[in-house]
């Protein structure tokens, strides 16, 4: 598939909003876990999360700054959603480890539909080190 310019702008955007708000979540939650991370279980995990927020900021900068490390940045990305999601439900949710690979399974799946949109998005960009700011409107 090669959409238009202004369908991988579209896509491009839905992409960075979900990243935006993946890093708005998982920072606040990970930072308001703190204090009842009593477990190491529960430590791991708020890192994970905080890390998992930190790699969504990191994604949405290198879109537009530093493509070079675009890839590598978007397939820790998807394993950091992937990894968060299914412990969490496990370590505060109280799941089983059953619902929790399944609860991880769902977050690959989303995370690779947001990869999809998020390179396709992309495509076109200027150059390693000038990202897609050539490209945008405006």
Same mark, same amino acid.
């Given at each position: ?42 430590? @791991?995990?708020?890192? &994970?999360?905080? !890390? ?5 900021? /990191?994604?949405? +900068?290198? *879109?537009?700054? =530093? ?35 399944? @609860?991880?399974?769902? &977050?690959?799946? !989303? ?5 999809? /949109?998020?390179? +396709?998005? *992309?495509?076109? =960009? ?13």
């Amino acid at each position: 598939m090669n959409p238009s310019p202004p369908l991988r702008r579209v896509f491009l955007a839905l992409a960075l909003l979900v990243l935006l708000a993946q890093a708005w979540t998982s920072l606040s939650g990970g930072i308001q876990r703190i204090p009842e991370s009593r477990t190491i279980a529960r430590r @791991v995990q708020t890192v &994970a999360e905080i !890390a998992c927020g930190l790699l969504s900021l /990191l994604g949405v +900068v290198s *879109t537009f700054r =530093g493509r070079r490390w675009l890839r590598w940045i978007q397939w820790c990305w998807v394993g950091s959603v992937t990894l968060v999601a299914g412990p969490s439900s496990v370590v505060w949710g109280r799941a089983g480890p059953l619902r929790g690979l399944l @609860v991880s399974g769902a &977050a690959l799946l !989303a995370a690779l539909g947001v990869l999809w /949109l998020w390179r +396709v998005g *992309t495509r076109g =960009g200027t150059s390693d080190s000038g990202g897609m700011m050539g490209r945008l409107p405006g």
